[in-house]
């Protein structure tokens, strides 16, 4: 090994960085630079060249030369061919207290050495970790990829990795940390040589051996990364079966570190990560592999996951679970669709299979008890989808070219029958530009019919013909099939299946910029196993061609044409921007007129048609007052909003103009926080619910905001020019809470339980729309109705958990069914998915915009500590609370400001058990909880008197309102 070493003196440095390269001469520089611009001036560079035959060593030892004493190049006598020895080598030559590893294709943040070194020093820790951002280098839109940036919102320091196992096993790297070089030389620690995967061992060998370990959540490492590079890095070479070896062989010696130290819950996180991660990657690549690559894949796979304990398969979604499976046991004609899945998540690639109620992913395997729980897929909802929602797989069994067309066949997979046998079957396909602002072509399918499980298609496609791509921004074509059954569309993308597509004829194709741009299309497989075309230049005229627009395309003039391109949509975006909008939107406060009698109404931020404003709606079409109603829908476009209303897009330009010049708002929730209201609109807040958990000012959330931020969320709050409450209690909470003031305040109660209080009055009398919502649910008159309205589960993060029913809808039918019909629904924020066997007795009502009809029809109402009890309540009906998780809930920093135990008015169960007994009689609920119903309406209720509306309209839309 040659190394150039520098003159003897001077201090050691603060930091070694160790870059290592091999054949990238040209790269070198700028990593090594990198570390030289580094605000911290004392830190050394150590360049290990592994034998490069392109001029690397001679770039280093230029480099060493013209930065004396601060860089250093050495030179392995040869190629070790990985990352491991040359790390070592440098770290051998390294004389920082701490020390860095930088490949020659990355670059380190310029303040990374200096936010290392302070958080090493505070700290004491023998290791720094920092985050790392994946860099897109040949992304058009400078894409940037955090690496797994949960770990790396704030400092923290742990004195054992067993503290914190997601860092363990997700930030394997090791050029993203900081090192005690003392630490590494006391432990021995060095990369394993002649294996790749050399950082999985390493990085796990020094967070077992760190007494403390740092995290920092400054940027300090940029990972360089080539998408469209058609040499693969070796971490990405996963079609070579020696890849997966290594990867194996590194997870073994870290299962016995593991092991030795006794780590078992810390292997099981490891475990679960392999099965979710790593185990993926290389199942992603089998359907583009060979069957000798699969068998022998499958075989090293069950060498070594036949000892995981069944707590890691547990952990697994479900159809990973199903892959690990089917892999296990070699079954390609149901793994290859599961893989498919696993690549593209919403598609439903297999048939599936019904029994006994539950939604299986094939019929195979069924009598292993077992093996019935992993394919089990009710609880991923394909079942209950309509056609149009359905992303079904489409498998490309047949490609050829004759002349001047290509002859393609597929198969549609029909999920337990979706598309009937006898329903009546169209389809086109469409070829379109990859880049969306260009054009599409469609062709007419010739043949289309049921065959087993799948739909089978025949297409001959004229492209040479009608096909005519611009020629040069149009280089790829994504090919999809739209098909309709009886008048429902769904689409599909191609998956490329078994065609050898890679030997597949091109057929012949004329731009619209002459054949000098290409003169054939070519089928190509896309990065998720799709069928896709590309331009493709085969006789001379079109190479030459090609090549001089390429030139031209990087000159000068090309270059200012692109400038001006990407400024024109700099500008679009920034028009389209919210802070543009909001800009304008004042602009237009100052400058347009105010709109007399035009009402802007708003539920829910535009997700629904329902609530309070819609009560309010109506009563004035009903009284048919002259005012120009305009309600805000968010999403692609309305669903179920009224016909006679204009509606305009929450946030599109229509909408600001609205919000703009009306003269009145109202809504229940809030219109977005940044829009100042002019004083000559009046703004009606009807709110969405007596509060049970602590609202507005009172969260601790809200406390620690800073004076800014306060100042900015009050003056939101302070738009409301009225504020609908039902109660004291809630001129004691939500008004408190959100700083109403006394004369702001509407006693009237809420205009949407003005039906509920005029229900309870004649229960005999049934609402209209309760029967209508009874018939198309398919409820008889004979049937009582139990509704489940929970409320949301926030997240540690503070999101939204996903939904799952806290009690078997299973049970509650076979024990209630010939009596009950159940309906649930989730918080809007959720969706709920039910299986086939509870059809009829069960029914997901979560798609209804409005729960008032819900509420009418609802004989006793199951919930938690959702809103809703306050206003079913009104019904004087029976009220059951199913508080499984009441521990959990009670704990919540934000508390609540009604004791749910004490008070509820109804029987609070707190298991399935107690929840089943407490709905087996229901109208011994209702005589027992009586009095203390009455009470609780009283206390939570009492402006709720059954004409919240029109009084609302008289004050504001009367003859002597205020809109007069």
């Known amino acids: 090994m040659s190394i150039d070493r520098p003159e003897p003196g001077g201090a050691d440095p603060d930091i070694s960085v160790v870059v290592i390269v091999y054949n990238d001469a040209p790269r070198l520089t700028t990593a090594v630079r990198s570390v030289l611009d580094q605000t911290l001036r004392n830190v050394e560079v150590v360049i290990a060249d592994d034998c490069s035959t392109d001029g ?346 004759r002349g001047d067309l290509v002859l393609l066949e597929g198969a549609v997979v029909n999920p337990l029958h979706a598309v009937p046998a006898d329903a009546r079957l169209t389809a086109e396909l469409e070829f379109r530009a990859r880049r969306r602002s260009l054009q599409t072509f469609r062709f007419p399918v010739r043949t289309l019919r049921h065959e087993g499980d799948t739909l089978v298609w025949q297409a001959s496609v004229p492209l040479s013909g009608r096909f005519r791509p611009l020629g040069v921004v149009d280089e790829v074509w994504d090919v999809r099939l739209h098909l309709r059954a009886d008048g429902r569309r769904t689409t599909s993308r191609i998956t490329a299946g078994n065609v050898d597509l890679e030997s597949a004829a091109a057929v012949r194709v004329r731009p619209r910029l002459s054949r000098l741009m290409a003169d054939r299309l070519a089928p190509e497989v896309s990065a998720k196993g799709h069928l896709a075309f590309r331009l493709a230049q085969h006789g001379a005229a079109a190479r030459h061609g090609r090549a001089l627009v390429d030139r031209h395309l990087h000159g000068s003039t090309a270059r200012t044409v692109k400038g001006a391109y990407r400024t024109l949509r700099a500008v679009k975006r920034d028009l389209a921007s919210g802070t543009r909008k909001v800009q304008v939107y004042h602009r237009m406060l100052r400058l347009l007129p105010v709109r007399r009698g035009t009402v802007v109404f708003e539920s829910h931020l535009g997700k629904q048609y329902s609530d309070s404003p819609r009560a309010l709606y109506e009563e004035l079409r009903r009284r048919r007052l002259p005012v120009t109603a305009i309600w805000s829908y968010a999403g692609e476009r309305p669903d179920g ?227 809703v009890m306050f206003d079913y309540a009104l019904l004087r009906r029976p009220l059951v609370f199913y508080v499984y998780d009441w521990e959990e809930y009670s704990r919540d920093a934000r508390g609540t400001y009604v004791d749910l135990l004490k008070e509820a008015p109804g029987p609070v169960a707190r298991t399935e058990d107690e929840l089943l007994a407490a709905l087996s009689d229901l109208p011994a609920v209702g005589a027992h909880y009586e009095a203390q119903l009455k009470e609780f309406v009283d206390k939570y209720g009492e402006y709720d008197r059954g004409d919240a509306a029109a009084r609302i309209v008289d004050r504001f839309f009367g003859p002597t309102g205020e809109a007069r």
């Not at 620690?189 to 760190?210: T, V």
């Open 641 to 867: 909003f009224p016909d006679d209303a204009e509606l305009v897009r929450r946030w599109s330009w229509r909408y600001l103009r609205a919000l703009a010049q009306a003269e009145f708002w109202i809504d229940n929730q809030g219109f977005p926080l940044r829009l100042a209201k002019r004083p000559e609109t009046t703004y009606i807040q009807t709110w969405h619910g007596s509060a049970l958990k602590k609202m507005g000012f009172d969260e601790p959330g809200y406390r620690v905001m800073s004076e800014q931020e306060q100042r900015a969320y009050q003056e939101a709050l302070d738009r409301f020019d009225h504020f609908v409450v039902r109660s004291e209690h809630d001129v004691r909470t939500l008004a408190r809470a959100y700083r109403i003031p006394e004369e702001k305040l509407l006693r009237t109660g809420y205009p949407r339980n003005d039906a509920l209080v005029r229900a309870a009055r004649d229960p005999r009398v049934p609402d209209p729309s309760a029967r209508r919502l009874a018939e198309r649910l398919g409820i008889g008159p004979d049937r009582r109705v139990v509704l489940y309205a929970p409320t949301f589960r926030a997240g540690a993060g503070g999101g939204v958990q996903a939904f799952r029913l806290p009690f078997d809808v299973q049970r509650f039918a076979d024990r209630f069914g010939d009596r009950y019909t159940l309906l649930v629904r989730s918080h809007y924020l959720n969706r709920v998915t039910l299986p086939p066997s509870v059809a009829g007795r069960v029914i997901d009502v979560t798609g209804e915009g409005d729960i008032t009809p819900l509420l009418l029809l609802a004989d006793a109402l199951v919930t938690d500590y959702s809103s």
């Open 56 to 401: 690397s060593y001679e770039v280093a030892r230029s480099l060493a030369a013209g930065h004396p004493g601060r860089v250093r190049a050495l030179r392995l006598p040869e190629n070790s061919g990985g990352c491991g020895e040359p790390r070592n080598q440098g770290l051998a030559e390294a004389r920082g207290r701490y020390v860095m590893f930088l490949d020659s294709d990355d670059t380190l943040e310029r303040n990374a050495c200096r936010n290392l070194l302070e958080a090493a020093e505070r700290t004491g820790a023998d290791l720094v970790s920092g985050r790392c951002v994946r860099v897109y280098t040949d992304s058009r839109h400078g894409k940037r990829v955090p690496w797994y940036p949960w770990l790396y919102r704030c400092t923290r320091t742990v004195e054992s990795i067993a503290e914190l196992p997601d860092l363990f096993v997700f930030d394997t790297l090791s050029t993203n940390k900081c090192y005690r070089r003392a630490f590494l030389v006391e432990n021995g620690l060095a990369f394993p040589r002649g294996i790749h995967y050399e950082d999985l061992l390493f990085s796990a060998q020094a967070y077992l051996a760190a007494g403390r370990i740092t995290l920092i959540p400054h940027t300090v490492y940029h990972w360089h990364v080539e998408q469209k590079s058609t040499t693969k890095s070796i971490s990405n070479r996963r079609h070579e079966i020696n890849n997966f070896t290594d990867r194996l062989e590194i997870h073994r010696r870290i299962d016995a570190l593991l092991n030795r130290r006794g780590l078992d819950e810390l292997k099981l996180h490891k475990d679960i990560k392999f099965l979710k991660h790593d185990l993926v990657l290389y199942l992603r690549e089998l359907p583009f592999l060979d069957d000798a690559y699969r068998h022998r894949f499958a075989e090293l796979a069950r060498g070594y996951l036949q000892d995981f304990p069944q707590a890691a398969y547990a952990r697994l979604d479900r159809v990973q679970a199903i892959c690990a499976y089917l892999l296990m046991r070699e079954d390609w004609d149901n793994l290859m669709p599961a893989v498919d899945t696993l690549i593209n998540h919403d598609k439903i690639s297999a048939p599936l299979a019904e029994r006994d109620g539950r939604v299986y992913w094939c019929d195979r395997y069924l009598d292993d008890p077992g093996a019935r729980e992993v394919m089990d897929v009710t609880a991923l909802g394909h079942h209950g989808r309509p056609l149009e929602r359905m992303f079904l797989r489409n498998v490309l069994t047949g490609y050829a070219v």
